[in-house]
């Protein structure tokens, strides 16, 4: 069998690198950054190398499971739609279409069929009930992109081949390769901020690999960063440093947030940041000095008991100092399609969807249609009126990655309906009644619609299958077309479901006054992408429609997906460019800077700054390089290496609490107690300790057969469903108050047992 090349970008995380795959059939026989990939040129991480290892998992299961006799087995398609179909429409018959509801995990923005999918089966479930792995994550972001700029998506991202000053806040991109900041390479990138005379400061309280590339690192306590950024805010106003240049013309409300700031000055706060008042007007003065500078956050600022107020402020500090939207500060990219910021009137655009409804049973407010992660257990386990019923979970697992795994879990196996797609039998999917699996990653085609929105320069870059389907597989967008119509239960087939979907993208582009094909017709369009059907047929309506589209022979020389085809090494659109105002979709054209919702939550951080002389020690969050999130701890290439599921502890609370690396403690919440082994270090200060995320805990049920030969401990199973940052209904996963104590041999629980982990 003759080698054969096959090139993609990888799908796995943020980064999206190009890879270069030597195959021989359906082997994988190396893998290799692409040196010509137009944006990573030549950069991948240790997991990009395993898509091989995915494809060939035994445990990614192949055919459908159906729940038979309480056990999942083996079924055809049809016998598990039909299944699926049933168990829904049940639910809906016997409760109202809310007794349903929907949670979206995160591979679904990485996955080109999932994410255009989405909205037909929503559509056809028809329940307003949806959580996502977003209110786990950024939804404090989202918030303040809303508020401010008129859209969740319309990010401001750190110009970080340009800057020449970054701040770094709460994330660790050597480790995670970066987050609403798509950029592949990172590490890389940080390194040349440095050699071309720039400076970079890493704000953590844990030392970390990214904090190890900076010229500072500044160590706040857990959880102070609000009062941090608004300290500085308040040197900018006292001290003459504020300076919006041309932002001057579109800004509001600049002289309300130096009034509802202004007592938050470095010397009022060092107590409750820990950072000496004296360092951080320095900072400031050095930051609004240094003309191309950023400061970008994430989930170390956002997942936190104050995110909103944090993310909120990590804008002010870059619009005030002028860096938004200027070459080396916070950009707004412009990709070649599926932005909402590139639709509609430019400026100008409706008030955010927030709070039309809210959750039953804490009376969550809704943000963009959405209800808190958190509050997804107890809408399935309180009774009564409106209690969720059925569940669609798509590549998602909330026992593991939301607060609470204990109560998930109970949640979801109580439920009538868990109908999951996902490739494995995993904590969440164990429960369900039926399991639809994609194929893995080599057999679908790529394009990131999501994070192309979010990236650092602007490229578009699309990836064919490498692999073909097994006969008795089905596409990920297929098996979303014959779940819609399950859920009608009108006998659609699947290509009357993706014409209907293909024909709603087109009319909504020709329904654009401001689109380049309005006006046209929807046969029309649909007439130019055939033969074309499924996910490619929506990105060659989205490319050619969008900003740099050939707007269907309206400017002949633009995008359409042939000319991606044609260029398997992605096509580069160039450097950031300035978009304000045209970027906007606020109500009033402007970015008004004191949105109430944030600004309201001001006494709330107040009243942490006056009370809290913090005792005791808070569990922060890790991530290691090999790991994503919950999901590929069954890739035995992954797993090698000494053990990372282990308490970071400092030496000093080690020798106060009496014990070694080794050694099991108990670390105890309100809401659970973990048996964890310690791993003393010096990278965490005292009072923090540090567990990463995503580890199976409780094998029964789970066929992740390398995952159960090295477990490790749920990190939330400690995390406090019940504590949110407030404005966004975010969950708090870092700063948990945590009990930590000592434990003799003979209390050691199963499985987190020492001699297997270390
Ligand atoms: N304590 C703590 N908790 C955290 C975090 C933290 O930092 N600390 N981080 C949070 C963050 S940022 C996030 S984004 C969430 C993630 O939370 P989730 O999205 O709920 O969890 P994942 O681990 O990403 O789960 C992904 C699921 O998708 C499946 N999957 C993988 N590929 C595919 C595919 O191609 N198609 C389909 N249909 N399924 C697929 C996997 O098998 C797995 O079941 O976790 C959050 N939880
Ligand atoms: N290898 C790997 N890569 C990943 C993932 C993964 O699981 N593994 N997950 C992906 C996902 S879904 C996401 S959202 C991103 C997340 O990307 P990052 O945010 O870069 O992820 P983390 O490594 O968790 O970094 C968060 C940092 O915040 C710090 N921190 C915690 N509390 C505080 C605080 O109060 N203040 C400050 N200033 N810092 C604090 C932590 O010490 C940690 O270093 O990573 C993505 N990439
Ligand atoms: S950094 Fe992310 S996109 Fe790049 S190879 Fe690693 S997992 Fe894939
Ligand atoms: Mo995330």
Redo the contacts with the bound molecule.
């Keep these: 069998m003759t080698a054969r090349t096959a090139i993609r970008t990888c ?1 796995l995380c943020e980064a999206t690198c190009g890879l270069v795959l030597t195959m021989e059939g359906d082997r994988v026989l190396r893998t290799a950054g692409d040196e010509d990939d137009v944006f990573s040129k030549g950069f991948m991480c240790p997991k990009g190398a395993t898509l091989g290892e ?1 494809h060939h998992d035994p445990d ?1 299961h192949r055919r459908p499971l159906i729940r038979h006799r309480g056990r999942l087995v083996e079924a055809s398609w049809d016998d598990a739609f039909e299944l699926a179909g049933h168990l829904v429409r049940a639910v809906v018959e016997q409760s109202g279409p809310t007794a349903m509801a929907a ?6 923005s ?2 080109l069929g ?1 994410l255009l999918y989405a909205p037909v089966y929503l559509k056809a479930l028809g329940s307003p009930r949806l959580f ?3 209110s ?3 939804r404090p972001k989202d918030l303040v992109n809303a508020l401010l700029y008129g859209d969740r998506f319309t990010l401001a991202v750190p110009d970080l081949d340009r800057t020449d000053f970054l701040v770094v806040i709460g994330a660790n991109p050597v480790e995670s390769n970066g ?1 609403l900041a798509t950029a592949p390479g990172w590490p890389r990138r940080l390194r040349a901020i440095r050699e071309r005379g720039g400076r970079l400061v890493v704000v953590d309280p844990v030392r970390t690999r990214t904090a190890e590339l900076a010229d500072e690192h500044i160590r706040p306590r857990v959880g102070s960063d609000a009062a941090l950024l608004a300290s500085m805010v308040s040197v900018l106003f006292d001290e003459g440093l504020v300076r919006l240049g041309r932002l001057g013309g579109f800004v509001t409300g600049v002289e309300r947030v130096r009034e509802a700031l202004a007592d938050l000055t470095p010397e009022r706060v060092a107590g409750f940041t820990g950072v000496p008042a004296e360092s951080v007007r320095d900072l400031t003065r050095r930051f609004a000095a240094a003309g191309r500078a950023c400061v970008y956050g994430r ?1 170390g600022t ?2 936190t008991e104050f995110g909103t107020l944090t993310s909120w402020l990590v804008d002010l500090v870059n619009i005030l100092t002028g860096n938004l939207d200027r070459e080396g500060g916070a950009m707004f990219p412009l990709p070649a399609c599926g932005s909402p910021n590139t639709r509609g009137r430019p400026g100008f655009g409706p008030p955010p969807r927030l709070g039309r409804f809210a959750s039953r049973v804490r009376g969550l407010p809704e943000r963009f249609g959405e209800l808190p ?1 958190s509050c997804l257990a107890e809408e399935i386990d309180t009774p009564g009126d409106g209690q969720l019923r059925g569940l669609l ?6 026992v ?4 609470n795994s204990e109560r998930t879990a109970r949640a979801l196996a109580s439920l009538d309906a868990l109908v ?5 039998v ?4 164990r429960f369900a009644h039926v399991v ?6 080599l057999q ?1 085609s790529h394009y990131d619609v999501h994070f192309s929105t979010w990236a650092v320069r602007n490229v578009a870059n699309y990836s064919p299958a490498v692999l073909d389907l097994d006969p008795r597989q089905l596409q ?1 967008w297929q ?1 979303m077309c014959r779940l819609a119509a399950a859920f009608e239960g009108r006998g659609a087939t699947e290509a009357d479901v993706d014409r209907r979907h293909a024909e709603a993208t087109a009319r909504a582009a020709v329904a654009d006054a401001h689109s380049p094909v309005s006006g046209r017709t929807v046969e029309q369009l649909l007439a130019a992408v055939a033969p074309r059907v499924g996910p490619e047929r929506l990105l060659d309506l989205m490319i050619r429609s969008g900003p740099y589209g050939d707007a269907f022979g309206g400017r002949p020389d633009g995008l359409s997906l042939a000319t991606l085809e044609a260029r398997p090494h992605g096509v580069d659109l160039g450097p950031l460019r300035p978009r304000l105002p045209e970027v906007l979709r606020t109500p009033t054209g402007t970015v008004a800077l004191d949105p109430p919702l944030v600004v309201d939550d001001l006494p709330r951080l107040r009243a942490a700054v006056a009370s809290r002389a913090r005792d005791g020690l808070v569990l922060v ?3 290691h390089v090999r790991s ?5 701890g069954n890739v035995p290439s992954l797993m090698t290496g000494r053990p990372r599921s282990t308490l970071w502890l400092s030496p000093a609370d080690a020798e106060r609490l009496g014990v070694g690396t080794g050694d099991l403690v108990a670390v105890a919440t309100r809401v659970s107690t973990v048996h964890a082994p310690v791993e003393v270090s010096e990278r965490v200060p005292p009072g923090v300790v540090s ?4 580890w199976l805990h409780e094998p029964d049920g789970v066929r992740l057969a390398t995952a159960r030969a090295r477990p490790g401990v749920n ?2 199973r ?2 406090d469903e019940l504590v949110l940052d407030v404005p966004s209904g975010n ?1 708090v ?2 700063g ?1 108050p945590v009990q930590v104590t000592a434990l003799r041999p003979d209390e050691y629980e199963q499985p987190v047992n020492p001699l297997t982990l270390m």
């Design positions: 799908p995915l990614w949670y979206f995990g995160n591979p679904i990485h996955n999932g996502t792995a977003s786990l994550d950024q987050s989930i956002t997942a992660t979970l798509i590549s998602g697992n909330p593991v990655s939301a607060p999951a797609v996902d490739p494995y995993n904590d969440s999917t639809l699996p994609p194929p893995g990653p679908r990920e098996i969050g890790r991530r994503n999130n919950s999901w590929m567990l990463p995320h995503g990190s939330n400690l995390a969950a996963l870092n948990i």
